[in-house]
């Protein structure tokens, strides 16, 4: 049972480049969601999705885009990397519904050079 | 009001001894409020939940206490142990899908 993959690990990107996160889950779970941690401020939330087709914005979204086009995959897509953007990216998902428990991933340690 | 304030930031103790974490929020709306335990290197995982129906939820060694008058809740980690030594999260969610997140915890439990 696979749960939340995320590629790549480690990915170190030029200011300027793009470059897309992958995330996918196999538990068949309608919500998922990217975060980005940073030192000393937690979790903070970047782009949500609630089912394929609807996404929504979180909490930190400028910089990303994000599409899901299926229930599996939910990727980020970093259209302009900036030094500001470096960070450990997780994926997560979730069974229907809030207050539910969250799956997240290994994570994908990004940095923008 | 979307905050959730988690302190302290870092915490040693040693073996057999009691980890104490404390989080604090605003929002009333707020009714699941669970904590996650990550490891280096590893995404977090969900260690245990309480709503704001019970006073106090205990899993094993882990215990939340929760103060609805005070808005706050804290884990409880009795008889610590080295292989408890991680970074934990306490959490907070509305009914929505957005999780507010504390800052971390980053215990060290000495041998």
């Known amino acids: 049972n696979a749960g939340v993959t995320q590629t790549p690990k480690f990915q170190v990107l030029k200011t300027g480049q793009s470059m897309t996160l992958q995330c996918a889950q196999d538990?068949?779970?309608?919500?998922m969601s990217w975060y980005r941690q940073d030192p000393g401020m937690g979790l903070r939330l970047i782009h949500y999705?609630?089912?394929?087709?609807?996404?929504d914005q979180g909490e930190v979204p400028n910089g990303y885009n994000v599409s899901r086009s299926t229930t599996e995959d939910f990727p980020l897509r970093l259209l302009s990397a900036a030094p500001s953007q470096t960070s450990v990216y997780f994926c997560?998902?979730?069974?229907?519904?809030?207050?539910?428990?969250?799956?997240f991933g290994q994570g994908t340690r990004l940095t923008v050079v | 009001q979307q905050q959730v304030k988690q302190s302290p930031q870092s915490l040693i103790v040693q073996k057999g001894g009691i980890s104490i974490i404390n989080c604090a929020y605003e929002?009333?709306?707020?009714?699941?409020f669970p904590w996650y335990q990550q490891f280096p290197g590893k995404g977090p995982a969900l260690l245990i939940a309480?709503?704001?129906?019970?006073s106090e939820k205990k899993e094993g060694r882990f215990t939340i206490s929760f103060n609805k008058s005070a808005k706050q809740f804290s884990l409880h980690i009795m008889d610590s142990q080295p292989g408890d030594s991680a970074t934990y999260f306490c959490?907070?969610?509305?009914?929505?899908?957005?999780?507010?997140f504390g800052t971390g915890t980053r215990l060290k439990v000495l041998a």
């Open positions: 309480i709503r704001p129906d019970v």
């Open positions: 959490a907070a969610n509305g009914g929505t899908y957005k999780y507010i």
């Open positions: 929002n009333t709306a707020f009714d699941y």
């Open positions: 999705s609630v089912g394929a087709g609807i996404t």
């Open positions: 538990m068949n779970h309608e919500y």
């Open positions: 997560a998902s979730s069974y229907q519904g809030p207050n539910t428990e969250a799956f």
